[in-house]
Nanobody, 119 residues
Framework: QVQLVESGGGLVQAGGSLRLSCAASGRYAMSWFRQAPGKEREFVAAISMSGGNTYYTEFVKGRFTISRDNAKNTVALQMNSLKPEDTAVYYC????????????????WGQGTQVTVST
């Protein structure tokens, strides 16, 4: 089973930045998802195993950047120009790229990291 540990969340004012990190137990294609209170878990971004391909949902394009360090088996999510609607618990997941946007097929989740953006 894949082991995942997210970190880097916190409280930030609107317009600020945060960098999330995910440590994985191996090398996989990875996605970031988020879940706001009362809402379903949704796809945010994904990166291929090599790091050569990245994918974003429309509402974070131009603001968020996903990257990876394969030597350390870590994936990062740099979040800039944060908005209050970005407030959520953020999760990373090992995925197959064909289903990278679908949280229902993810086998294991980390504990998540809380991101709170204040006005």
């Amino acid at each position: 089973q894949v082991q995942l540990v997210e970190s880097g969340g916190g409280l930030v004012q609107a317009g600020g930045s945060l960098r999330l990190s995910c440590a994985a137990s191996g090398r996989y294609a990875m996605s970031w998802f988020r879940q706001a209170p009362g809402k379903e878990r949704e796809f945010v971004a994904a990166i291929s195993m090599s790091g050569g391909n990245t994918y974003y949902t429309e509402f974070v394009k131009g603001r968020f950047t996903i990257s990876r360090d394969n030597a350390k088996n870590t994936v990062a999510l740099q979040m800039n120009s944060l908005k209050p609607e970005d407030t959520a618990v953020y999760y990373c997941a090992a995925v197959k790229l064909a289903s990278m946007r679908d949280p229902s097929v993810v086998d294991s989740w980390g504990q998540g990291t809380q991101v709170t953006v204040s006005t």
